[in-house]
Nanobody, 123 residues
């Protein structure tokens, strides 16, 4: 059983930056591909970024490419999401998730989920 705990959310002005962290425990972190998703009120949860088991392959949603970067530190059992040039439409609860196999943008392919961290971007 893997437990995931997100942190680093908060209130930021448009154009600012935040770095989200997701700490994993209870499992072999290096065995899982990791993903970040977000959900705004009234909307479905959407894919943001994913990273493979090894520090090699990443995927980013088109809406965040060149502004958001996913990374992981297997020694620290942590995955990160660096978010730059934030826009008000990025306001959402951000969730990290773990899955077996390769990185994916499909929400249903992830087996473990964190509780989420709120990100609010003001204009």
């Amino acid at each position: 059983q893997v437990q995931l705990v997100e942190s680093g959310g908060g209130l930021v002005q448009a154009g600012g930056s935040l770095r989200l962290s997701c700490a994993a425990s209870g499992g072999t972190f290096s065995s899982y591909a990791m993903g970040w998703f977000r959900q705004s009120p009234g909307k479905e949860r959407e894919f943001v970024a994913a990273i493979s088991i090894g520090v090699g392959s990443t995927r980013h949603a088109d809406s965040v490419k060149a502004r958001f970067t996913i990374s992981r530190d297997n020694a620290k059992n942590t995955v990160y999401l660096q978010m730059n040039s934030l826009k008000p439409e990025a306001t959402a609860v951000y969730y990290c998730a773990a899955k077996y196999g390769g990185p994916s943008s499909i929400t249903g392919s992830y087996y473990y989920w964190g509780q989420g961290t709120q990100v609010t971007v003001t204009s």
